[in-house]
């Protein structure tokens, strides 16, 4: 059963949070976790893509690191484009490692009760079973007519 969130809760989320790692991101530009990725970098986040199959590589602006604990600063929200059988691994790394840290955010079709209940009892909020791309667009007025503006644009005017 999936859980459901006020607009003012996300609303809130999305306005104060400044620092996304996002883990399970694609450097591939067709990959969901990538355009998700973009797209929160051309909003303003900071993002930093973790991915320990393409360390090194730059990707909005960043280095993509191997893990949560590569990660040297503060860190507001971990985006979670992993299968929910890691999201327990996940979540205990990243509450170990990432001090500060306000919110456990996973993708569409990804849940996991238990690592949110843990989650939660450290002080994290958490959301399932969400893109934070698709709740900006909804909640800040950037939802277009036809569909979701992936923030692509065609060379074929």
């Not at 607009?7 to 790692?21: C, H, S």
């Not at 991101?25 to 990538?34: A, G, K, Y």
């Not at 509450?95 to 500060?100: E, I, K, S």
């Amino acid at each position: 059963m999936s859980e459901t969130y006020s607009d003012a809760f996300l609303k809130e989320i999305l306005t104060r949070t400044r620092v996304i790692a996002v883990v399970g991101v694609s450097p591939n530009p067709v990959r969901p976790s990538h355009y998700v990725g973009r797209y929160l970098a051309l909003k303003g986040y900071r993002v930093i893509p973790v991915n320990p199959g393409h360390v090194g590589k730059c990707l909005f602006g960043g280095v993509v690191r191997g893990s949560l604990s590569e990660i040297d600063e503060p860190v507001d929200m971990v985006d979670v484009f992993r299968r929910s059988e890691a999201v327990p691994g996940i979540v205990d790394e990243a509450l170990d490692v990432l001090p500060g840290l306000r919110t456990i955010w996973m993708q569409i079709g990804v849940e996991h009760a238990e690592a949110a209940t843990k989650a939660r009892a450290a002080g994290c909020e958490v959301v399932m079973n969400r893109c934070p791309k698709i709740e900006y667009q909804r909640l800040f007025g950037e939802l277009r007519m036809g569909g979701f503006n992936t923030g692509i644009v065609s060379s074929k005017l």
